[in-house]
């Protein structure tokens, strides 16, 4: 039989059994939906993760001051105990893998604007923190070199920060109290979202260094610094010229251990990476699961046609048809049950992704390979379970096949 | 003297699914030429049906010989045999056996589309022989639209369509009245007469087993009688009864 009449016979067989075809590709349609669904949540958070880390920036360093490790050991006489200004310029200025280094000092504190008060992260760093995050405003303007060495006091506001402060009202121009000085919002930066852990990179008010450690902080303390890698110098390069010269400046000997932690930022972004990809298999296993039901229920299906059609197959083997061909009608059968239901399913799964993502506010994609992700799974599915049930049906035997009652 | 179409030598058929073996044919030797009309007739569970379906290739013997054509069937597989009955072989059935929910023409296609004959190809021929057994206005009918007559000449159709050098009918006239049996084997009769197929029928009733020109009767799996009419059962007594 050609392949055209085989599909065509199928169509008009479970076209007859509109209710119990409907049934059992339900199962189907639930199942492929699940996994479309599945599919397009983990792609969004996928994609989701990729930008952050993306906008995060994976050419830039943290460093910490980790002093509390050095133990029992005496300090040497007139060695800082901790980072300074002075660190952060060397590492600027000595390291040639290094683009721009600035000391960084944050604080959560009470925050005073003329409409309300709001507890917030407050912090200092050069300008050239902006380059280090790559972070730039949307509305104003950055603070700058210039800002700094005059002592103006300004600031720049992270979008949820502002939104707490101002609520609707237009940042810029707007000024702000910290421990009863006033400061002047010149720009309001770009949104960095949130991070894996929750923390909202968006609630912070950047000052500058100088401004900040004489007004806010009244010390010199660094409590962290940040350094991006020169352009094309790979970041362990840049890691390890920054250890050298901080264990220098430290006057640190060979037996003593760094009282200071280098941190790769993209380490962090690559475990949440990780971990939205467990997610995701987590997601699609579930996704599976609801598939193989699905599955089984064709084959229950597929079975009762076998035993209610037993006599038409007898009728068919005697006018000439083999076993291939009786297991190529039930086989496409099936196949047909699945790839309708895997027709509804995608459009089902495209459904509840725009539902998650209207509802939810989650991230979805949706592409067209997922239409053939729906049509491949369900002709797979429909191939594996309707395969007992025709394997079946070709076994039988002419003569009790015409027989069956 | 060409050799004969169907050439049965010592088969048997027992059954071993019951408690006790059933012999349901035994040692059955027979000879039937091309051409022949042979009604076979004898009591019910006789095994008129079990030796129908070894001819027709749709069960094997338990043990003895049968060729057809020459070729000896007990040697053949499943999917050689399915091909020789789509091929060389029509069956009818007591039960007409249509499938419903497919349209007259399309069931008496259905024997060609096994040989993927395109669909136009095959429906023209499924509507030739229909129309020349007098169904030529039910084309798109479907089975439980039509008298058990037509049915079984629908039935009768799907099996010629091949162009089968061998017709069974294992008790076509079961489901019909006297005057229905009694047009279906005149159509028999005629099949026989001007296309020269080979026709065997099965038949509880002697006054419809006249139509043959060669009667055989079974009796407890053995064949008990096997008479031939010296006019080749075209009297005319017979067809104008
Ligand atoms: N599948 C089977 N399993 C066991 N015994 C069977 C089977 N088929 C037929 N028989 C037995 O074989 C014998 C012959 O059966 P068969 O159907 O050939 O008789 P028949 O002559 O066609 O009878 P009827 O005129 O009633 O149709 C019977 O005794 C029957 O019980
Ligand atoms: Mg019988």
């Given at each position: 039989m050609s392949p055209l009449t085989v599909i065509y016979e199928a169509f008009i067989s479970l076209s007859h059994n509109k209710v119990r075809t409907g049934l059992s590709v339900l199962g189907i349609v639930i199942g492929i939906a699940s996994v479309i669904a599945m599919v397009a949540v983990g792609e969004g958070a996928r994609q989701r993760v990729e930008r952050q880390i993306e906008s995060l920036g994976d050419d830039w360093l943290t460093i910490r001051f980790w002093g509390m490790q050095r133990g029992g050991v005496n300090r040497q006489q007139g060695v800082q105990p901790y980072l300074a200004e002075s660190d952060a310029d060397a590492i600027g200025s000595e390291c040639?893998?290094?683009r721009a280094a600035t000391p960084s000092n944050t604080m959560r504190v009470q925050v005073v604007s003329s409409f309300r008060n709001h507890q917030t992260s407050v912090q200092g760093v050069y300008p050239d923190y902006f380059d280090i995050r790559r972070w730039r405003t949307v509305e104003g303007r950055l603070f700058t070199d210039d800002d700094m060495i005059a002592l103006r006091r300004v600031c720049c506001i992270g979008q949820s920060s502002a939104a707490e402060l101002f609520g609707g009202v237009y940042p810029i121009g707007q000024t702000i109290r910290v421990n009863r000085i006033t400061f002047e919002v010149v720009g309001l930066l770009e949104t960095k979202g949130t991070g894996g852990e929750g923390r909202d990179f968006d609630d912070v008010i950047l000052f500058p260094w100088r401004v900040f450690q004489r007004l806010v902080a009244g010390n010199e303390i660094s409590q962290t610094m940040y350094a991006a890698a020169a352009h094309g110098a790979p970041l362990s390069i840049a890691r390890e010229q920054i250890r050298a010269l901080l264990r220098q400046r430290h006057r640190l000997t060979k037996e003593e251990n760094d009282d200071f932690r280098v941190v790769d930022r993209s380490v962090a972004a690559q475990a949440s990476a990780e971990t939205t990809r467990t997610f995701n298999w987590l997601l699609m296993t579930i996704a599976c699961i609801s598939l193989v039901v699905g599955g089984v229920g064709i084959m229950n299906v597929t079975l009762v046609s076998v035993t209610e059609r037993t006599r038409e197959i007898g009728t068919r083997m005697a006018i000439g048809a083999n076993g291939t061909h009786i297991l190529g009608q039930f086989l496409t059968e099936a196949v047909v049950l699945c790839a309708v239901g895997g027709l509804f399913g995608f459009l089902g799964g495209v459904l509840v992704a725009q539902l998650v993502s209207w509802r939810l506010g989650w991230d979805v994609l949706i592409s067209t390979w997922m239409a053939l992700l729906a049509i491949l799974f369900s002709t797979v599915v429909g191939l594996t379970f309707g395969f007992y049930p025709a394997w079946r049906a070709s076994r039988l035997d002419p003569i009790e096949a015409l027989r069956y009652e | 003297m060409q050799p004969p179409l169907i050439e049965v030598r010592d088969v048997w058929k027992i059954y071993r699914n019951c408690e006790v073996p059933v012999e349901a044919v035994r040692s059955v030797s027979l000879a039937i030429s091309s051409g022949e009309f042979v009604a076979i007739s004898g009591a019910s569970g006789s095994g008129k049906s079990t030796f129908m379906h070894v001819v027709g290739c749709l069960d094997q013997p338990t043990r003895g010989s049968y060729t057809f054509e020459g070729r000896?069937?007990?040697?053949?597989d499943r999917k050689q045999l399915a091909a020789l009955r789509n091929k060389r072989i029509g069956f009818v059935f007591q039960s007409f056996n249509l499938l419903g929910r497919t349209t007259l023409q399309d069931n008496v296609a259905l024997p060609l589309a096994y040989q993927r004959v395109p669909l136009r190809a095959r429906r023209r021929r499924a509507a030739e022989v229909l129309c020349e057994l007098g169904l030529g206005d039910r084309l798109k009918y479907f089975p439980n639209q039509l008298s058990g007559g037509q049915q079984q000449r629908a039935a009768i159709a799907r099996a010629l369509v091949t162009r089968p050098a061998l017709l069974l009918a294992d008790e076509p006239t079961g489901n019909l009245d006297t005057e229905r049996a009694a047009q279906i084997m005149s159509l028999f009769t005629e099949l026989n007469e001007k296309d020269k197929i080979t026709v065997i029928v099965v038949t509880h009733e002697t006054d419809l087993a006249a139509y043959a020109g060669r009667h055989i009767v079974f009796s407890d799996g053995r064949i008990i009688s096997d008479e031939t009419r010296p006019d080749g059962g075209q009297s005319e007594g017979i067809r104008t009864r």
């Open positions: 040639p893998a290094v | 000896e069937i007990t040697r053949l």
